[in-house]
């Protein structure tokens, strides 16, 4: 089980990224996938998941400026980021498990990415 995040950076205030998660190794569709974050000092914390089913839910820090998505087909989750913020700023991580679907309990998700990191000033 392999997943791979990509496309952090350091942006300015009110702009936007897109990063994605490349997952391989086991049958993504059938995984719950999700987006954690933790800024420095802090614990990680859910940002957004989606369901197998593609249903999704948001932590409210985030709503109305993230969208999570992914693509079966290609075996990638996305994060849309719009209006970021300063506290935003973080490493952002993927996570994949086949049972849980939540944002709570960051440690029952099975499968995680080594995060990319986003700097926003």
């Known amino acids: 089980v392999q997943l791979v995040e990509s496309g952090g950076g350091s942006v300015q205030a009110g702009e936007s990224l897109r990063l994605s998660c490349v997952v391989s190794?086991?049958?993504?569709?059938?995984?719950?996938m999700a987006w954690f974050r933790q800024a420095p000092g802090q614990e990680r914390g859910g940002v957004a998941y989606?369901?197998?089913?593609?249903?999704?839910t948001y932590a409210d820090s985030w709503k109305g400026r993230f969208t999570v998505s992914r693509d079966n087909a290609k075996n990638i989750l996305s994060l849309q980021m719009d209006g970021l913020k300063p506290d935003d700023a973080g490493t952002y991580f993927c996570a994949a498990d086949r049972w849980y679907c939540d944002l709570r309990d960051w440690y029952r998700y099975g499968a995680w990415g080594q995060g990319t990191q986003v700097t926003v000033s």
């Open positions: 989606i369901g197998k089913d593609g249903g999704t």
């Open positions: 190794g086991y049958t993504f569709s059938g995984n719950c």
